[in-house]
């Protein structure tokens, strides 16, 4: 039979606005969360993580925001960059060391 | 400090053969796991390995296997490839105790004619 793929979120932004992605996750119990970056032929690259003891972490020019409560991850990208055009993910650290992915957002920046 | 290396970048191979893919760890990172990827079904965890011990495993059929070795290196393994077995195969590598990111390479495009 035919399969189904996945379709992927896109959010659209101007290049300077900044960019808010939205995830869930499945696992109550996590305790640990990434967001990666990927371009086209390369593998996820590491953007920032966070731990369930925070809400609120920043890096260079991204915020991730972490609702326990709604199971509920958030990248902010501020001043978007037409270099930033890529699928974001988030992942959720399981049990040994196990990552579970979301199914991933593109990004696309219009210059 | 050097990346995760991943070898081959890019493998084509036909139905009922076996392959072998392999992953070279970041400097002092002990654990390496595995993930497929395709557009189907996503980036989905094979199994990781730790000290050249297998310390989980996902659900995938008894074909895909791998190993570690002394340096950390790893290697998975697939036997009589499915069409449905072509997706890219990434390997990550993390220092694997703690809260830890783990780090990937780029990857290798398997192909199934």
């Known amino acids: 039979g035919e399969s189904v793929g996945l379709h992927l979120p896109t959010l659209s932004v101007q290049e300077g606005d900044n960019s808010i992605i939205n995830c869930a996750y499945s696992?109550?119990?996590?305790?640990?969360f990434i967001w990666y970056k990927q371009e086209s032929g390369k593998g996820p690259q590491f953007i920032i993580d966070?731990?369930?003891?925070?809400d609120k972490r920043q890096g260079q020019r991204v915020t991730v925001l972490l609702n326990k409560t709604v199971k509920h991850l958030s990248l902010q990208i501020a001043a978007t960059q037409p270099g930033d055009s890529a699928v974001y993910f988030c992942?959720?650290?399981?049990?040994?060391?196990?990552?579970?992915f979301g199914a991933g957002t593109i990004l696309r920046v219009k210059s | 400090k050097a990346g995760v290396t991943q070898t081959p970048r890019y493998l084509i191979k036909t139905r009922g053969q076996q392959v072998t893919l392999s992953c070279s760890p970041i400097?002092?990172?002990?654990?390496v796991s595995w993930y497929q990827q395709t557009p189907g079904q996503g980036l989905q965890f094979l199994f990781e390995?730790?000290?050249?011990?297998?310390?989980n495993k996902g659900n995938f059929p008894g074909r895909f296997s791998g190993r570690q070795f002394s340096n950390s290196r790893s290697e998975m393994n697939v036997s009589t490839l499915e069409l449905g077995d072509s997706a890219l195969y990434l390997c990550?590598?993390?220092?694997?105790?703690?809260?830890?990111?783990?780090?990937f390479g780029d990857g290798t495009r398997l192909s199934i004619l």
């Open positions: 992942a959720e650290m399981g049990y040994g060391n196990k990552l579970v």
């Open positions: 966070i731990r369930s003891n925070m």
């Open positions: 390995y730790f000290s050249e011990t297998q310390r």
């Open positions: 400097s002092g990172h002990r654990s």
């Open positions: 696992n109550s119990a996590s305790d640990y």
């Open positions: 990550a590598s993390s220092i694997g105790q703690g809260d830890q990111p783990q780090h």
